[in-house]
């Protein structure tokens, strides 16, 4: 069975989803990457609430391109979360490989003072 792209991305978020979960004190940050930029959010699937969310097709994201873009995104979303009293979180990479702008996500995350 040959599987297009997505497909293969969404079986792998399946799998990973299968194994991560957020709460309301540890929420899980979902990552989508597009061809264009990179979204996030803090995700409470508790109660199914999303708490914070961040999207490149902000002012101050859209004239920065790849890792960069996705780092600023990481740094945001944490600033974010600490103003709703947010310290940890769960990361979910939602299908795509640990690497490049979901990577670079992560470490702007971690950077400005959230704990993954």
Do not use: C
């Amino acid at each position: 069975m040959n599987l297009t792209k997505p497909q293969a991305r969404l079986r792998r978020r399946r799998r990973v989803r299968a194994k991560v979960s957020g709460t309301a004190q540890r929420p899980r940050i979902s990552v989508f990457r597009s061809n264009r930029g990179i979204f996030a959010q803090l995700i409470d699937d508790d109660a199914g609430r999303t708490l914070a969310a961040v999207s490149w097709t902000e002012e101050e994201l859209r004239k920065l391109t790849g890792a960069d873009q996705a780092q600023r995104a990481g740094e945001l979303l944490a600033q974010r979360a600490r103003a709703a009293g947010i310290e940890r979180a769960v990361f979910d990479r939602g299908g795509y490989r640990y690497h490049g702008r979901v990577k670079a996500l992560a470490d702007g995350a971690r950077e400005a003072g959230l704990t993954l």
